[in-house]
Nanobody
Framework: QVQLVESGGGLVQAGGSLTLSCTTT????????IAWFRQAPGKEREGLSC????????YVADSVKGRFTISRDKSEKTVYLQMNGLSAEDTAVYYC?????????????????????WGQGTQVTVSS
């Protein structure tokens, strides 16, 4: 069974950086797109970034473009989200997600309803 496990969250000061990890078990990363979402209290889940299994193309939402970078290490079965220049507005639970169908395209925003498999989430708190 496919499983995703996020790690790397924590408390960081405004302006700081964190790198989140999404480690997959049960299947290889070679064939599945991986996406990162976040959800702040009282807000809808927001799609941040994804990486395609087919050609390593990436999508990054405008809200985090220039600050967040997605990457993948297939040998480690892990996708990373490097987050720089964090602010209090980035405080949220961060999730990685995947689906059996191709769902990551560089010019297409992410929709949480398209993703079947989710990790448990990791809390990121940015103190101002």
């Amino acid at each position: 069974q496919v499983q995703l496990v996020e790690s790397g969250g924590g408390l960081v000061q405004a302006g700081g950086s964190l790198t989140l990890s999404c480690t997959t078990t049960g299947y290889t990363l070679d064939y599945y797109d991986i996406a990162w979402f976040r959800q702040a209290p009282g807000k809808e889940r927001e799609g941040l970034s994804c990486i395609s299994a087919r050609d390593d193309a990436t999508y990054v939402a405008d809200s985090v473009k220039g600050r967040f970078t997605i990457s993948r290490d297939k040998s480690e079965k892990t996708v990373y989200l490097q987050m720089n220049g964090l602010s209090a507005e980035d405080t949220a639970v961060y999730y990685c997600a995947t689906d059996i169908l191709p769902i990551c395209y560089s010019d297409s925003a992410l929709n949480s309803r398209d993703f079947e498999t989710w990790g448990q989430g990791t809390q990121v708190t940015v103190s101002s």
